[in-house]
Nanobody, 116 residues
């Protein structure tokens, strides 16, 4: 699976950004796709994930109620809509895919900077 992330940028606190992750290479029906982030000096964090079949979503407590993960099964793309952004959301965001418990496929990072 190849993953191509896009959509990062600079936004003021309280603003919104949408990240996209286009997947290709194989059928995704057995996969879960997710968004991770890594801020300087902090460990990588799973932000949200979604099952390709059924669209069951999980959210980290730190972003619950502010971020939404959705998938477009026609475009083979996963989106992360980020609202009410806070400076602590500043990080490099990565999309990833797994068919089992291991996140085996990773896209390149896209930087999100939230200014106060």
């Amino acid at each position: 699976v190849q993953l191509q992330a896009s959509g990062g940028g600079l936004v003021q606190a309280g603003g919104s950004l949408s990240l996209s992750c286009a997947a290709s290479g194989r059928a995704l029906s057995s996969y879960t796709l997710g968004w991770f982030r890594r801020a300087p000096g902090r460990e990588r964090e799973l932000v949200a994930q979604i099952t390709w079949i059924g669209g069951s979503a999980y959210y980290a407590d730190s972003i619950k109620g502010r971020f939404t993960i959705v998938r477009d099964t026609i475009k083979n793309t996963v989106y992360l809509q980020m609202n009410s952004l806070k400076p602590e959301d500043t990080a490099d965001y990565y999309c990833a895919a797994r068919a089992d418990v291991v996140w085996s496929y990773w896209g390149q990072g896209t930087q999100v900077t939230v200014s106060s």
